[in-house]
């Protein structure tokens, strides 16, 4: 009993959750769409960089996962497996607007910015503090809509959204390597750009 | 070590993925090397922000429109 229960335990709320889902229960379908829909719709707008596309990524996405959850399999976690689908549509809502030109999570990666730490004054304690909320995010949201975007979801798997390095590969279809080098430069090229904003005055500087 | 050295390993260090005696190699060379040790806090620094602060919201108002139509669609057979 005990280590039946211990199982129970284990395994991760989603699972009941899909299974109700999948023998018709729309309800717990909701519960789904409910805990995930914000995360969706972050990852869709930093690969599409388009309020409209987003929301309809998300709409998209889940109506996708519904129809298919039979196909689920189940050793992966929903999440991830939702976060593929969310990859595909948000790539393919891309495609649309460049006008049929093909999109891959690998455009634009060959570059050579940020792979060497080039600002290295240190920033103000808490640097976001010198900035209203709404600056702030504009900030933010501009310094990350600079880098190529092979590398900006990458970040945002791996590091806004917590994905372990070997789920955002699977999740893209990239290599572990691939996802590791990508973070790093990802890493860098962002530090580097908020240090315009960041770094400490020196006496006199506004 | 080099500071491209390091630099290798910053992510390594950053998620906590060294050994204990890579770990005190890297702090060696930290002590000695204050843009090291300054692209390390920066690095964290960045990566704490993004994490903390939604660069995108999605208002109430637009949820519920969405989950109302997912779920009609869900409903009647998408």
């Known amino acids: 009993?005990?280590?039946?229960?211990?199982?129970?335990?284990e395994q991760h709320p989603d699972v009941a959750l899909v299974a109700s889902a999948r023998s018709g229960d729309v309800q717990a379908f909701e519960t789904l769409v409910n805990k995930y829909d914000r995360q969706i719709f972050r990852i869709a707008q930093h690969i599409t960089q388009n309020r409209e596309?987003?929301?309809?990524?998300?709409?998209?996405?889940?109506?996708?996962?519904?129809?298919?959850?039979?196909?689920?399999?189940?050793?992966?976690k929903f999440y991830t497996w939702l976060v593929r689908i969310a990859v595909n549509e948000s790539l393919m809502r891309l495609r649309k607007r460049r006008t049929g030109k093909m999109v891959s999570i690998d455009d634009d990666i060959e570059t050579e910015e940020g792979s060497v730490p080039r600002d290295l004054a240190d920033w103000s304690p808490n640097p976001e503090q010198n900035y209203g909320q709404a600056e702030?995010?504009?900030?933010?949201?501009k310094t990350i809509q600079g880098l190529p975007h092979g590398f900006r979801i990458v970040f945002v798997l791996r590091d806004v959204d917590g994905l372990s390095t070997e789920e955002t590969a699977e999740t893209l279809g990239?290599?572990?390597?691939?996802?590791?080098?990508?973070?790093?430069?990802?890493?860098?090229?962002l530090r580097e750009r908020l240090s315009r904003y960041f770094r400490k005055k020196k006496a006199g500087e506004k | 070590m080099t500071c491209t050295e390091f630099l290798a390993l910053l992510d390594e260090l950053i998620d906590d993925d060294v050994s204990a005696q890579m770990r005190s190699e890297l702090q060696e060379h930290m002590q000695g090397c204050e843009h090291c040790e300054v692209?390390?806090?920066t690095t964290r620094k960045t990566i704490e922000i993004y994490r903390s602060h939604e660069v995108y919201e999605l208002p109430d108002s637009v949820r519920e429109r969405l989950h109302v139509a997912i779920i009609a669609r869900c409903k009647h057979g998408c």
């Open chain 1, 1 to 9: 009993m005990a280590t039946i229960q211990l199982q129970e335990n």
């Open chain 1, 53 to 76: 596309d987003a929301q309809d990524v998300v709409q998209d996405a889940f109506l996708k996962a519904y129809e298919k959850l039979d196909q689920f399999q189940g050793n992966s």
């Open chain 1, 136 to 141: 702030l995010a504009e900030i933010l949201r």
């Open chain 1, 174 to 189: 990239l290599s572990v390597p691939a996802v590791k080098s990508r973070l790093l430069r990802a890493r860098l090229q």
């Open chain 2, 39 to 41: 692209t390390l806090s």
